[in-house]
């Protein structure tokens, strides 16, 4: 692989994106996909999503920092980045739908390489997944700035992790031969192995697990999309006379793996000098988890009696186990899962089960995070659903209405200004406001403390797309709940 010798004369910017989507199916029932993996806070106090950020800006300025996310998620991971840097606020990019790695970062590309900027296109561009665990701050910069160097030469990098066990889960990098300017050729990338072949990379000492991190100077990235993925280069290219997110549905499910990485002869891979793990299995949760004098990892309301070796987790009421060995019990308030630790591969086809199905189960928790608060179903039936809802100070859902369903809200706390056709009242602790179907009306907050009523649903169609919704402060476009 010949090196090139282009390194700039002056330095060029530097920037991050982060990749925030993926629904995280193998930690199932915790996660789901209106709240995966990322978003949750596994191993301490922050979230993954916080925890990559965190790390992220000790080497790059908030202003070149970018977050692409499902639209989906975008108000939540607002929420857990305010706290970290409110310039981060404005740099949350959102995806109409799930299209894997390679357009979305190209969706992010298109703020760092904007169309009247051309001298962007020598920017270096880190690409970080958002649900990894990395230790050692000093080693992450380390290697960072290793790899930076080799991009402005031109190469496209990726971070290769020593593995530490035959791991089945995990694609592998075989490197070739070293390179002078430190790191070493690519050889080629591997799927995830079956077992024996997990070992013998293990053995081969010349075998990474592929971190799923990516560093390359803007210009050969975009330069590789336009030769190797002309469906995306067309799409790209042709951003000036459209937004960028038109068209993104019909875009190939592309990764940057398949459709660049394994297609390019200017690659190379530097060996991390970090602790890595991508904490994605309930395996991994256990094994970095703090555990207690019988090796068990508890967390959350658990009474445990004369078990070893286990993940126990609750999330909703008490979890009580008794002569448990080795076994992983995860509990939320509407499912739990249970199954040896040596099985926790098979989680995903519980998920798929599930969703195969037609179970809400994978899609969501009781309790859904929106914009403007949360709600939580508190009970359901056949033709009726009872909900609690809390609205922030300040905030208000959206003017909408339903065809199948009426509603019936009572106010616990709080002061609520209700909208019904047109006419508003306030509403306090106590009062009451029945919703007609194909009433229009709107919820909104205009006090200082949160708002919290109970919602009573009735009808033959309860589900959440049965909403027409005409205003919004959040600017949503499609139909979802409130």
């Known amino acids: 692989m010949p090196i090139k010798r282009n390194a700039p004369k002056e330095s060029p910017a530097r920037h991050a994106i982060i990749l925030a989507g993926g629904s995280g199916t193998r930690l199932w029932p915790l996660s789901r996909n209106l709240f995966p993996?990322?978003?949750?806070?596994?191993?301490?106090?922050?979230?993954?999503?916080?925890?990559?950020?965190?790390?992220?800006?000790?080497?790059?300025?908030?202003?070149?920092?970018?977050?692409?996310?499902?639209?989906?998620?975008?108000?939540?991971?607002?929420?857990?980045?305010r706290s970290l840097n409110p310039v981060l606020d404005a740099h949350v990019l959102a995806e109409p739908l799930a299209r894997n790695?390679?357009?979305?970062?190209?969706?992010?590309?298109?703020?760092?390489?904007?169309?009247?900027?051309k001298a962007a296109d020598e920017s270096l561009v880190a690409v970080f997944p958002s649900d990894h665990l990395l230790e050692d701050l000093e080693g992450f910069r380390s290697s960072l700035n290793q790899a930076m160097g080799l991009a402005a030469r031109g190469l496209f990098v990726t971070f290769g992790v020593l593995p530490r066990k035959p791991e089945t889960g995990y694609g592998y990098i075989a490197r070739g031969k070293q390179l002078e300017e430190g790191g070493y050729e690519v050889e080629s990338f591997i799927e995830k192995p079956k077992l024996e072949k997990a070992v013998e990379f293990l053995k081969s000492g010349r075998h990474y697990w592929n971190s799923g991190v990516f560093v390359f100077r803007a210009r050969e990235f975009l330069s590789a999309v336009a030769a190797?993925?002309?469906?995306?280069?067309?799409?790209?290219s042709g951003r000036g006379a459209a937004a960028l997110?038109?068209?993104?549905?019909?875009?190939?499910?592309?990764?940057?793996?398949?459709?660049?990485?394994?297609?390019?002869?200017?690659?190379?891979?530097?060996?991390?000098?970090?602790?890595?793990?991508?904490?994605?299995n309930w395996e991994a949760i256990y094994r970095l988890g703090k555990k207690d004098e019988a090796g068990n990892v508890i967390q959350g309301d658990v009474l445990a009696m004369d078990c070893r070796d286990c993940l126990l987790i609750s999330k909703g009421g008490k979890l009580a186990v008794v002569g448990l060995r080795g076994m992983i019990m995860i509990q939320t308030r509407d499912a739990t899962l249970t199954c040896p630790l040596t099985d926790v591969?098979?989680?995903?086809?519980?998920?798929?089960?599930?969703k195969s199905q037609g179970s809400q189960l994978v899609e969501s928790h009781l309790t859904v995070k929106r914009p403007w608060g949360s709600y939580s179903v508190?009970?359901?039936?056949?033709?009726?659903?009872?909900?609690?809802?809390?609205?922030?100070?300040?905030a208000r859902l959206s003017l909408q209405m339903h065809h199948h369903r009426s509603e019936h809200w009572v106010v616990v706390s709080g002061t609520a200004l209700v909208e019904i056709d047109g006419v508003e009242r306030l509403l306090v602790e106590n009062q009451a406001v029945d919703i007609a179907k194909a009433t229009t009306h709107?919820?909104?907050?205009?006090?200082?403390?949160?708002?919290?009523?109970?919602?009573?649903?009735?009808?033959?169609?309860?589900?959440?797309?049965?909403?027409?919704?005409?205003?919004?402060?959040?600017g949503r476009v499609k139909q979802e709940n409130s």
């Open 228 to 236: 190797h993925t002309p469906e995306l280069w067309s799409w790209w």
């Open 37 to 81: 993996k990322q978003l949750l806070a596994l191993n301490g106090e922050l979230t993954l999503l916080q925890q990559t950020v965190r790390r992220v800006l000790t080497a790059f300025a908030p202003q070149n920092v970018w977050v692409v996310t499902n639209e989906e998620h975008v108000f939540e991971v607002r929420s857990q980045l």
């Open 378 to 394: 508190l009970e359901e039936g056949q033709h009726y659903k009872i909900k609690r809802i809390e609205v922030l100070a300040g």
């Open 442 to 474: 709107r919820l909104a907050n205009p006090g200082k403390v949160p708002l919290e009523i109970i919602e009573i649903q009735s009808g033959p169609y309860l589900e959440e797309d049965d909403i027409v919704r005409f205003d919004d402060v959040y």
């Open 101 to 117: 790695t390679l357009p979305a970062v190209l969706l992010g590309l298109d703020r760092i390489v904007p169309l009247e900027d």
């Open 245 to 280: 997110v038109s068209g993104y549905g019909a875009l190939p499910n592309l990764s940057v793996d398949y459709g660049i990485a394994e297609k390019i002869e200017d690659i190379a891979v530097v060996e991390a000098r970090f602790d890595w793990d991508d904490l994605g």
């Open 345 to 354: 591969q098979r989680v995903k086809e519980v998920v798929a089960l599930l």
